[in-house]
């Protein structure tokens, strides 16, 4: 069972990184910084407070005779706190804070030669409250003003930082469609260098490396191929001269089925080194698409829902077509179907489907989806309507269709081959516009 999973991108990821980071260390310093004032604060009123009662402690015992304490001081207080009366056990002036609040009491006392005890308090002035509140407001701004700053910082670094890992993504994916002459590198571009750079030049390094290998297997596929057209074309010219009967026809037949091999093996290799070069012409492509496969096959019913005039190659159109309706004739079963409308041409036939890998995988040469290696075919037919289809720009997609009355996408009622044509023609380099298809 497959843990659900939250997809969040780097730059959130890095921004929520940098806020919790900046919140913390703001919470931090504004703790230490309101603490620390706070005992500033007070240890400046325990002074003040002490001044003021050794002051009045000099006025009351130089007067003669004595009289009431001056300056707000009491004579033995009866609220005198406990721990203040401890420290004042041992004959030393002390002073003392009494509550937590935010404007705690502030105690002094002295004892006098007689055993009384001469004592001051009083709330800490407002002033200073006022200072602490205006303190810790500001340390609140401060602390807001840092969480989102860096959280600004984090979205602007994570969003540089995604930018170019997208860039680098979306050229990986134009190489792994077969565009081989994108470069990662250049793609992500940028002055800062980072690790996205050094994944950039591995991505270059495999494509090129797959490039050499896929050209190397190329080659040596159209030397053999090309190395074999000299003695399979001897061998049909020797079946020919041949005494007729059955075991000729057996030869014959054989040797033209090798000879179309080879031929289909060099097509592919040619379609492969994306050499191919369409020649385009004006056509109505419903009109086309009736007339060759009336040729290629009469018992097919053709359909045009509204005709199009297109810019194409009419020689590998018509290769295109042949290879889809031979492999509905082969693979799949009556009746077929050619339906045309506007640049959309769609092949079908009413058999089992295409099989899951096909439709997974795409056409793969030398795979025909038989259970075994007695079926008919060598699999290189879907391959080079899919490579000439390239050449001309199209896209040609597979899918099987669904029997009525039963959505299953198990259950198929015919493979549908459907060939979409580029709304604009080749350039005469052979590069073309990004076609935009329909879903």
Not at 146 to 164: D, E, H, N, P, T
Not at 241 to 262: C, F, I, K, N, S
Request: charged content about 25%.
């Amino acid at each position: 069972m497959r843990t659900p999973a939250l997809r969040t991108g780097v730059r959130w990821k890095i921004s929520i990184a940098i806020a919790a980071v900046g919140a913390l260390i703001a919470f931090t310093l504004s703790l230490i910084v309101h603490n620390a004032a706070r005992v500033s604060m007070l240890e400046n009123s325990r002074d003040l407070q002490m001044s003021r009662l050794l002051l009045a402690q000099r006025l009351y015992e130089t007067t003669k005779p004595r009289t009431e304490p001056k300056l707000g001081s009491v004579l033995n207080d009866p609220e005198l706190p406990q721990p203040l009366r401890g420290l004042l056990a041992d004959g030393r002036q002390a002073t003392y804070v009494q509550g937590d609040g935010p404007a705690p009491e502030v105690w002094a006392a002295v004892p006098l030669g007689n055993g009384d005890v001469l004592s001051l308090h009083s709330p800490i002035p407002d002033r200073s409250a006022g200072i602490m509140k205006d303190l810790d407001r500001a340390l609140v701004i401060g602390s807001v003003s840092v969480v989102f700053g860096g959280c600004a910082l984090g979205v602007l670094v994570g969003g540089q930082l995604s930018r170019r890992l997208r860039k680098a993504a979306a050229a990986a994916g134009r190489v792994a469609q077969g565009n081989t002459d994108v470069r990662v590198r250049e793609a992500v571009g940028g002055v800062v260098r980072d690790e996205t750079d050094e994944l950039a030049r591995a991505v270059d390094a495999l494509t090129d490396a797959l490039n050499e290998r896929i050209e190397a297997e190329r080659r040596v596929t159209a030397d053999i191929a090309h190395e074999l057209r000299t003695p399979v074309t001897g061998l049909l010219t020797a079946a020919e001269l041949l005494p007729p009967g059955r075991p000729t026809e057996l030869v014959r037949d054989r040797a033209q089925a090798m000879r179309t091999l080879v031929e289909d093996v060099l097509e592919v290799a040619r379609l492969d080194g994306a050499s191919e070069r369409a020649e385009l012409q004006e056509i109505s492509l419903g009109e086309f698409v009736t007339r060759r496969v009336a040729v290629l096959d009469p018992a097919v019913r053709v359909g045009v829902v509204h005709g199009s005039w297109v810019s194409t190659d009419p020689r590998r159109l018509e290769r295109i077509l042949l290879n889809l309706l031979t492999n509905a004739a082969r693979h799949g079963r009556p009746p077929v179907e050619v339906t045309v409308e506007g640049r959309v041409v769609r092949v079908r036939d009413h058999g089992p489907g295409f099989p899951e890998a096909l439709l997974r995988e795409g056409p793969s040469r030398f795979r025909t989806g038989a259970r075994d290696r007695a079926g008919t075919g060598h699999g290189l037919g879907l391959t080079i309507a899919a490579g000439q289809a390239r050449v001309l720009g199209a896209r040609l997609t597979f899918r099987n269709a669904a029997p009525e009355g039963d959505p299953s996408p198990v259950a198929s009622a015919g493979a549908v081959a459907v060939l979409w044509l580029p709304d604009h023609a080749p350039t005469d380099t052979g590069s073309f516009p990004r076609p935009v298809f329909p879903d």
